[in-house]
């Protein structure tokens, strides 16, 4: 693989090293992504997670919310990518993941500090009293799925017309910020504020290695090296270099 020896030098001698990911890391893990071939907005509407809709249907919104977040998501592990990333922050090379995806695949593998940019679909909160769950101590079949209190719960998923958790998107700028290589995968760099962390962290300086089998927003554009391959493929070659 052209250039391969060289994202490896890039992320050895990293100071500060972090990931960027998108849906595209989790397709070889069965998810399928939102958006282009396959993608969940090509089947679904995506209004029922528009949390306007929500609050008005939520028994209609969970019904669709479990066909498409409920059961692929839950059962899906880990595939190489989530691993390797996983091992170079084990190894000092990465600070981090800063991660787009709500499927908690990055933790399954074993990465520590993980950035959940757009929330998880592993935790629900009491829209009443605030109140948070784990998933697993929540029976699923009832919908919606309600409190103690007597309130609805909500994934902790960002919904359309809500803003990005606090504590994440300020972590978040300031690892892309610091970060001196940035590898970016599988996203098409399209959702905002999400895609505007590798511009800063370009700004700042860093070198921007992107995987993706299709080019995206960012290549071309502020992406030092690129490889056009899936994401398992790219980090089982980068694995045998490091």
């Not at 981090?96 to 787009?100: A, E, L, P």
């Not at 962290?201 to 089998?213: L, M, Q, S, T, Y």
């Given at each position: 693989m052209q250039n391969i020896k060289k994202a490896a030098e890039l992320i050895k001698n990293a100071r500060y090293g972090v990931a960027f990911t998108g849906a595209g890391i989790s397709v070889e893990s069965g998810i399928a992504p939102f958006t282009g071939a396959g993608g969940l907005w090509n089947q679904y509407d995506p209004k029922f997670i528009?949390?306007?809709?929500f609050n008005m249907h939520p028994?209609?919104?969970?019904?669709?919310m479990k066909k498409i977040f409920f059961t692929d998501m839950e059962e899906s592990q880990p595939n190489k990518a989530h691993e390797v990333l996983a091992a170079l922050e084990q190894k000092g090379f990465l600070k981090?993941?800063?991660?787009?995806n709500i499927d908690g695949l990055h933790q399954k593998a074993g990465s520590k500090n993980v950035q959940e940019f757009h929330g998880t679909i592993h935790t629900l909160s009491c829209l009443g009293?605030?109140?948070?769950?784990?998933?697993?101590d929540i029976d699923?079949?009832?919908?919606?799925?309600?409190?103690?209190?007597g309130g609805v719960l909500k994934p902790d998923f960002v919904f359309y017309g809500e803003g990005i958790p606090y504590m994440p998107y300020q972590k978040s700028a300031e690892m892309a910020q610091n970060a001196d290589v940035m590898i970016i995968v599988g996203t098409a760099g399209?959702?905002?504020p999400a895609c505007s962390l590798p511009l800063t962290?370009?700004?700042?300086?860093?070198?921007?290695?992107?995987?993706?089998?299709q080019p995206s927003a960012f290549t071309g554009v502020i992406t030092d090296?690129?490889?056009p391959v899936k994401a398992g493929e790219f980090f089982a070659e980068l694995e045998k270099e490091i």
């Open positions: 528009e949390i306007n809709f028994k209609e919104s969970w019904r669709e981090g993941v800063i991660t787009q009293c605030g109140k948070k769950y784990r998933l697993d699923l079949s009832e919908e919606p799925p309600y409190c103690i209190c399209q959702v905002m962290a370009k700004e700042h300086g860093a070198k921007i290695i992107e995987v993706n089998p090296l690129y490889f």
